[in-house]
């Protein structure tokens, strides 16, 4: 079980790339995502994209991050340019276990640095959550997280051109 926490979303500047976290969490493998800062619009959009291409993904926002963190029965891990590298640290996390992927929007706290099992850098250059949950989620799963099925009514059939979408919802509507 892997869940994505969101802390320090501010909904008039961070829903766009907060979607792009969720949806990012959602295609490349994790379960669920919980935003500190209540934004419904969010949620909304991940369940549309659920009901479209399957899955049960969940995202939940207004989640106090610290007491999430605290009662969190897994490892945590903080993914910042300040921590170590990813590239010697990820296979020194324990695999069996639920994990927490702690990212940031504007600064973090620095309890969060100290809640942490494990801060971890994906390069120590500053760039984007995004993308560190990206990289992060590919060196954990290797790539076999592309085989995951969502098995949702509409299906996207691999193409060398063009678009080929199986769309089985008017069958069902
Ligand atoms: C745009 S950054 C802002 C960070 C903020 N300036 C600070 O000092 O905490 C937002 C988030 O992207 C992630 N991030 C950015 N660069 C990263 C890196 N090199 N490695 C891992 N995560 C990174 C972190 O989770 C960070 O909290």
Not at 46 to 74: L, P, T, Y
Not at 108 to 115: A, D, I, K, L
Request: hydrophobic share 40%; with cysteine; charged share 30%.
């Amino acid at each position: 079980m892997i869940e994505v926490l969101r802390i320090g979303h501010r909904p008039a500047r961070d829903k766009r790339i907060t979607t792009h976290v969720c949806l990012v969490a959602r295609a490349f493998g994790a379960d669920s995502v919980a935003i500190d800062t209540a934004d419904r619009s969010v949620e909304k959009t991940i369940q549309a994209v659920n009901k479209r291409f399957g899955g049960d993904f969940k995202v939940r926002s207004g989640v106090d991050w610290r007491r999430h963190m605290e009662n969190f029965e897994g490892f945590k891990v903080h993914l910042t340019m300040y921590g170590e590298p990813i590239e010697e640290i990820v296979d020194r996390i324990p695999k069996r276990a639920p994990l927490l992927l702690v990212v940031g929007a504007s600064k973090v706290p620095p309890s969060v640095y100290r809640m942490a099992d494990f801060n971890v850098a994906v390069s120590n250059q500053p760039h984007s959550e995004v993308a560190a949950l990206a990289i992060f989620l590919d060196r954990w799963f290797l790539g076999k997280q592309f085989r995951r099925e969502f098995g949702g009514p509409v299906e996207i059939i691999p193409s060398a051109r063009g678009k080929k979408v199986i769309d089985r919802r008017s069958e069902e509507e």
